[in-house]
């Protein structure tokens, strides 16, 4: 006989079952494709009274307050957002023409020298500054966090009139007038019903701003396209010219994010109003939780990337911060060019003068008001812990666990062999004791120095951290100082894939290299908003900064977008694919001495690190030869992904049938600038992969293959000469790829065409079973 409690949970199941969650909450209903034949106000209106009428079908006649559209998309796919229970979501998912349904998922941000260091990685700097001439015309579009108009790297002097294909506005808020923007920033939108958790009783003109109240917007916009600004720095550090990469691109900004991150709504709207404005690039420095990837079609920045790409828009993205972890590379879809992390050959470095005169470099933006002149208590954290707190939480600086009786007046030193505590807790911890700074020893370097303000706080790797715990050790009266930080350039080797850069192969298909490319990413000088808006205390003794430094594959996305834009500007008649092999066939895969790029644990760079290398925007401008991922590539892709021909036909518009032959093997077949292949069988013959290449440079030259691997695969390339002449303007190439004598695992290398002068490489990653 069953127990009583087994009854229970048997009547709590079938209660859980019959009855799914009835509380309304965000949902975005996706139709696919925009395939209305009325434009203007007349066709949104249309859209909006038959997405009413579906809404009226499965929400209750009681519940009228719940008939609100919160976002109507129409101009390059069709769908809308809206106040809808499981139960609701689930009947309008089998409704006639809706591609997919799903709740509104909170996307998180990923969050000067750098473009210097770009062009003398290039050789550009041997060309006294000539470069080709570009176009004012290229309008990049940033979904982010908003923007601070006054900053100078919004200026627009010297620019021309702004394009007329523009069809964008300069919305007005609270705090931002039509006035805020200008030639330089064209225009600004916002939404803010989405952005946190909405309710039914919402107006759709809830008050808001395009104005930035978090800093993310305005470091992203300003690094893609920011204004030259002269003698720029943070308190002193990193000074030089500010610029964007493509400085004279307009920028309009979509404020689809807050602090607390960007809803999945907001980010389709933006992308669906920017690609009707008129934009080129669209830089999204945003993404899902690795751990929590969506499907292609149940993912905000997935859908709207692949309608703004089917219209001629670029769409670029940051991959995450998840590393260095592999699999967690997030914004993985083909029509996505994804981006990851890299140093440049910058650091901020903070000296630690011991008590007996021994001088530590250490690693920090610090503005510390020590000196040399007098020294300070020096202790170990473990030794001023609370009473009954155990060593690992004491050492670790956790929070509670430093005893201010024996903290106050003293630099602390604190391990960071324990991740879930950061190094801003550890701060706090310290500065709320009484402490006067801060050694914090790493067991593992980031690479990413922590900004402390005023507070001294410096960082160590193990090694030096074993001299200052010896030190401490050897005598009664430990004392030392922390120095303000200083800026050390031309530091090597750079460029080194940053540690939090998110890692490949992708979650979702292991048939595409995720990332794409890497770009700066580590300790970015770019514009910031007032320290006043973000509600924290200037530095002390100084004026407050127009810029900030900031880290993140955030950083870098903005990065490629201007360097897209660089491009576009002096090739206007490139496709977004066109661009995306330029950049990528040409990128740069050595460091700043001559050696192959490292990662943050100075093994080798792979392609499931840095994609193709590091972005060279200059002789992206002549790659060559080029690899033209088209629409069609994007929908068997889709097909080999397992979608079904209804669903594809439903998202691209168009009517598509499917390969009967289609599997996830396939998808290694699409056009790509660059090969991976998920499951290479040792066992079984050579695996063949084709790739159609598009000369874009001399018409009649002759291209010749040669190959890199390593892992003991065999790569052969037929033919190894391509021949173009003035009526011969593509080529069709095989990549055969043999395992049987290669060790298990990823193997990686590239097949490089070359005509002499220009190199057009094909980086590869085969995973051999």
Same mark, same amino acid.
């Given at each position: ?12 199941l079938?209660?859980?079952?019959a ?17 209305? %034949?009325?434009?203007g106000?007349?066709g949104?209106?249309?859209?909006r ?65 750098s ?12 060309? %006294? ?45 609270t ?10 920033l064209i ?34 916009a300003?690094?893609a ?10 308190? $002193? ?26 809803a ?24 899902i ?36 972890e ?30 007996n005169?021994?001088v ?40 509670g ?25 550890k ?23 922590f900004d ?72 970015i ?20 900064s ?41 990128a ?32 992206a ?22 979608y ?10 168009? %009517? ?10 396939l ?44 892992n ?14 003035? $009526? ?10 043999? $395992? ?25 990653a085969?995973?051999?079973?």
């Amino acid at each position: 006989m069953a127990s009583l409690f087994q009854l229970f949970l048997l009547t709590l199941l079938c209660v859980t079952n019959a009855h799914p969650n009835q509380t309304p909450e965000m949902y975005i209903v996706y139709m696919g494709s925009s395939s209305s %034949n009325i434009d203007g106000e007349e066709g949104i209106n249309a859209d909006r009274v038959a997405h009413l009428e579906q809404l009226a079908s499965v929400v209750p006649s009681e519940e009228k307050e719940r008939l609100l559209l919160i976002h109507t998309y129409h101009h390059t796919f069709k769908g809308f957002s809206a106040m809808l229970t499981e139960k609701e979501a689930a009947v309008l998912s089998g409704h006639e023409g809706v591609v997919s349904v799903f709740k509104d998922p909170m996307l998180q941000l990923h969050t000067t020298r750098s473009w210097d260091f770009l062009a003398a990685e290039s050789g550009a700097a041997q060309s %006294n500054g000539q470069y080709p001439k570009v176009s004012d015309d290229v309008i990049i579009g940033l979904v982010d966090t908003g923007i601070w108009p006054e900053s100078p790297s919004f200026s627009d002097a010297g620019i021309g009139e702004i394009p007329s294909r523009w069809r964008g506005t300069c919305m007005e808020g609270t705090d931002f007038k039509k006035s805020n923007c200008n030639r330089k920033l064209i225009g600004a939108r916002y939404y803010t019903i989405g952005t946190d958790p909405p309710r039914p009783s919402l107006s759709t003109n809830a008050t808001g701003s395009p104005r930035d109240s978090v800093d993310h917007g305005t470091h992203t916009a300003s690094t893609a396209a920011g204004a030259v600004v002269p003698n720029a720095s943070y308190y $002193g550090l990193a000074r030089g010219t500010a610029k964007g990469g493509s400085p004279s691109s307009r920028i309009a900004m979509y404020k689809a994010c807050s602090l607390s991150g960007c809803a999945g709504s907001n980010i389709l709207k933006a992308i669906d109003d920017a690609v009707s404005d008129g934009v080129d690039i669209v830089s999204i420095s945003v993404g899902i939780s690795s751990i929590f990837q969506l499907d292609f079609l149940n993912d905000p920045i997935a859908i709207g990337a692949f309608h703004a790409t089917q219209k001629g828009v670029l769409v670029v993205c940051s991959g995450g911060n998840d590393g260095p972890e592999p699999y967690t590379v997030v914004n993985s879809a083909p029509w996505i060019f994804t981006i990851g992390a890299s140093s440049i050959d910058r650091r901020f470095q903070s000296n630690i003068v011991l008590g007996n005169d021994d001088v530590l470099k250490g690693s920090a933006i610090n503005f510390s008001n020590l000196t040399r002149a007098k020294s300070t208590p020096l202790a170990f954290a473990g030794d001023v812990a609370s009473k009954l707190t155990p060593l690992s939480e004491s050492s670790n600086c956790y929070p509670g666990s430093l005893d201010a009786r024996k903290a106050a007046g003293k630099i602390i030193v604190c391990l960071n062999d324990d991740q879930s505590v950061p190094r801003r807790v550890k701060k706090l911890v310290t500065e709320a004791a009484g402490a006067k700074g801060l050694i914090i020893i790493d067991a593992i370097d980031n690479g990413v120095a922590f900004d402390s303000g005023s507070f001294p706080l410096s960082e160590v790797g193990s090694r030096v951290g074993a001299r200052v715990l010896r030190y401490i050790n050897s005598t009664r009266n430990p004392t030392a100082t922390i120095l303000p930080s200083v800026t050390v350039g031309r530091s090597k080797p750079a460029p080194i894939v940053a540690y939090f850069s998110s890692r490949g192969p992708g979650g979702l298909t292991e048939g595409i290299i995720k990332p794409d490319i890497m770009a700066p990413g580590v300790g970015i000088l770019a514009a910031t908003i007032p320290i006043f808006a973000m509600g924290r205390d200037p530095v002390a003794g100084k004026k407050p900064s127009n810029f900030a430094l900031k880290s993140g594959t955030s950083m870098a996305c903005p990065h490629v977008s201007g360097a897209a834009a660089f491009v576009k500007s002096t090739r206007p008649g490139w496709t977004p694919s066109m661009i995306k092999s330029a950049l990528m066939t040409t990128a740069s895969t050595t460091n700043n001495v001559g050696k192959p790029l490292t990662n943050s644990s100075n093994g080798g760079a792979t392609p499931l690190d840095m994609g193709a290398g590091e972005i060279n925007p200059i002789r992206a401008l002549n790659p060559g030869l080029v690899f033209e991922t088209t629409t069609t590539d994007h929908l068997l892709f889709l097909c080999y992904y397992g979608y079904k021909d209804q669903l594809i036909s439903s998202v691209s518009g168009v %009517n598509f049938s499917c390969p009967s032959n289609s599997s996830d093997a396939l998808i290694s077949d699409i056009n790509y600038p660059s090969i991976s292949i998920a499951n290479l069988d040792g066992q079984q013959s050579a695996r063949t992969i084709s790739r159609t290449v598009t000369n874009v440079g001399p018409e009649s030259v002759t291209y010749v293959a040669s190959v890199e691997v390593v892992n003991g695969l065999v790569v052969k390339v037929s033919p190894e000469r391509l021949v173009f002449s003035r $009526g011969t303007k593509m080529a069709t190439f095989q990549v055969s790829f043999d $395992g049987k004598g290669a060790k298990k695992g990823y193997g990686f290398g590239s097949v490089t065409w070359s005509d002499g002068v220009r190199y057009v490489r094909l980086a590869f990653a085969v995973n051999v079973i």
